[in-house]
């Protein structure tokens, strides 16, 4: 599993860099590193603008209390997308 956030300033903070190197280290969730995450543009990556707010808006109807069911949770909501609104945000 890899962590995926955006350039926000409180996601490029030494505070939160040094939290994902002590979750990288203490679980199995790795991230991408602030210098390889794109642009934030809606030409970057339809899927952050589509599928992934729809996934978040779903994902917040549901409320794991342990880390691991978050993983079956995120795997069940995403499964739940339909195929041809993911199309879409591709092909777009």
């Known amino acids: 599993m890899k962590l995926h956030q955006d350039k926000a300033t409180s996601h490029t903070s030494i505070s939160n ?15 991408i590193p602030f210098q390889y995450i794109p642009a934030m543009s809606p030409d970057a990556s339809p899927m952050d603008y589509c599928a992934f707010s729809l996934l978040t808006r779903d994902l917040s109807k549901r409320k794991p209390a342990m880390l691991d069911e978050l993983g079956k949770v995120l795997e069940d909501e995403w499964k739940s997308i339909p195929m041809e609104i993911l ?4 092909l777009s």
């Open 17 to 31: 860099s040094a939290f994902l190197e002590k979750l990288k280290t203490d679980t199995v969730i790795a991230y």
């Open 87 to 90: 199309r879409k945000a591709l």
